[in-house]
């Protein structure tokens, strides 16, 4: 009898979560938006103290799934993790900010001022410079992705995120003239990357050095996983309670948000996939390459856009949508790789 792989429960109706999230939170945001208010006061350094510490619950329990002493093999099979490095910080970031510039000034011109197309479109950056890390294992493993394998792209992906995320950011943000405050920018990495990451690797050594593998994999992980998605989940609430009025007045503008968002995606997986067929590359390490890519690390592009923008902003509120959009997007790019696979 064949096994059928699944995702988790929590994972698989993301996106029916994610919906009831923003509902809830514009319902909270309409008839409680002076209790709510509260909250966004509660800032240190400009960072929103209740949505660092839930970013920061989404983020450590990710990071204890990387290992660096699996970098050690990358010399072995090099030419899928260049294809990757390539993809997610040569190309992606620039097509993603493309895409937001032609939609959001261009093709949306009528309906969003000159204003608002700026923030959108570095809500956008945002999204496109942080590539997939955590969720990438789910899309690998559901089309039989060589597991090993993808934690090395995770592990040197998550180690390259700590110095390109802030000049790719930061180059983006200024062709499309948005002003970059970058102590915000850089302490937004240190706090929501560096600390997490730093964490994460030390109770991932400590613990399989006290407990093993085998305990730490199968005990101690899933323990974290609806830790992650609660507190996605309550940021979300959160956020969408501050962008209340904002999307009663125009209720379309997730569905113009989220049209460049999923084109990007696409798109990045097909150049990923056929470049990694034009080299060769195994089925189980092409997949993955190509779900990396296309797929967003958007725990740390919320952050970023709150911590720069303010929980109100539009650039928020893109990132947001980016989550939204995510699940069904890249359940239908895991299809895809499964009826193509070679």
Known sequence: MTHVKQIGFFEKYLTLWVALCIAAGIVIGNFAGDSVAVLSKMELFKVNIPVAILVWLMIYPMMLQVDFSSIKNVGKRPKG??????????????????????????????FISPELAGEYIAGAILLGAAPCTAMVFVWSYLSDGDPNYTLVQVSVNDLIILVAFVPIVGLLLGITNVQVPYDTLVSSVLIFVVVPLLAGYSTHKIAIRRKGKAWF???????FKPVSILALLLTLVLLFAFQGNTITENPLIILLVAVPLVIQTYF???????????????????????????SNFFELAVAVAIALFGLQSPAALVTVVGVLVEVPVMLSLVALANSWKY
């Open 81 to 110: 993790l260049i294809l990757t490095l390539v993809v997610n910080w040569l190309i992606k970031p620039f097509t993603m900010a493309f895409f937001a510039w032609i939609f959001f000034t261009k093709i949306y011109a009528a």
């Open 217 to 223: 994999e199968k005990s101690f992980l899933p323990r």
């Open 268 to 294: 990045i997986f097909f150049i990923t996939w056929f470049a990694g067929r034009k080299l060769k590359l195994p089925y189980a390490i092409c997949s993955p390459s190509a779900m990396i890519g296309a």
